[in-house]
C-alpha cells in the first residue's frame, strides 16, 4: 500500500511538474514568450482592475504589455501584477511624452520594472509624411540613447499609416534608415501590416532582428484594405487562427527573424471569448 501511494504521489507530482512547465499559448511549434497587451481588456479595466487582472491570470498569462496603469500608480500597479505573478515586458507611452517629458517616461518605466518603452501612434495630420518621419526618428534615437543608459530598450509599435511610398520604398523604410539599429527597436503589429496591403513574412525577412516585439491578431475574413490610416473598425479583429492571415508562414518568419517577445492583442468587443481560442491556436498550430 504505502508503495503505491508513494507511486500516486510521484506521478501527481510529475504531473503538476509538467502543467507548470507548459505555460499557456505554447504548442509544439510555437514556443514564444507568450504575453496580454493589457489594451484588449481596457473596458473592463475601467470598471475592476483587479478583477481584470485575475481574469488574466486565470487565462495563464505570465507576461504583459501595459497601456496605461488605469487610474493607479506604476508601484501600486507593479504590485497588482507581482501579486498575480504577471510580469510587465513593455509599455505604450504617448510620443508627446517622449519628446517633451522623456525623464519623466524613463521614472515610470523603471518604477514598472520593464524591459522595454515604447510608441504606438506618431500623430500627424491627413497622411503621414517625410517631415514627421524624420522628425519622429529623431525623437527615437534621442529616447533609445536615454533608455540605454538606464538598461532599457526603446521601441516602435508599426501602425500601418508609415507605407506611404517614399523613393523607392515608404517611409517605414526610412524611419528604419534613420533610426539607429542599436538604440531603436521595432514591434510589429501584424495586423497593421496585412491591412495595408503588406506581407510581415518579408517584412521580419528584410528587416530581422530589429524586430523584437510582434502584436499577435488575426483578420476577418472578406476585410477591406489598402487604406493608410491605422483605423479600422474593432470587430475586424477575430481569433487568432480564424482570420484571413496565414498565420503559420508569419509565425515561422518571426521565430527566423529572432523575435523576443510575443503579445496577443484584440480590440473586439468580443475579446473575452476570442483569447482562450487564439492560445489555443498557438498551443495546437504547426509550422
Known sequence: MKFHTLLLTGVLLASSIMLEAAPAGIGPSFKGQIGLQ??????????????????????????????????MSAEEFLRQLDQRGITPIASHFPYERYRDD?????????????????IAWIPHDGKFDEKTCREAAAVFNRAGAALKKEGLKFFYH??????????????????????????????????WVVFPNQDPVQLFKKYGKRWELVHLKDMKKGTERGALTGHTDVSNDVAL?????????????????????YFIEDESPSVVNQLPVSLKYLETVKF
Not at 522623456?102 to 515604447?118: C, F, N, T
Open 158 to 191: 508599426v501602425h500601418g499609416y508609415e507605407f506611404e511610398p517614399h523613393g523607392t520604398g515608404t517611409l517605414l523604410d526610412l524611419l528604419f534608415a534613420e533610426t539607429d539599429p542599436n538604440l531603436v527597436f521595432y514591434e510589429m503589429d501584424i495586423f
Open 241 to 261: 487562427g480564424t482570420g484571413l492571415m496565414d498565420m503559420p508562414a508569419i509565425l515561422k518568419a518571426a521565430k527566423a527573424a529572432g523575435v523576443k517577445w
Open 38 to 71: 493589457l489594451y484588449s481588456l481596457r473596458d473592463q479595466f475601467k470598471s475592476d482592475v483587479p478583477g481584470t487582472l485575475n481574469q488574466v491570470k486565470s487565462l495563464g498569462f505570465r507576461y504583459a504589455e501595459l497601456a496605461g496603469t488605469y487610474g
Open 102 to 118: 522623456l525623464a519623466g517616461v524613463i521614472r515610470e518605466a523603471k518604477s514598472l520594472k520593464l524591459k522595454y518603452a515604447g
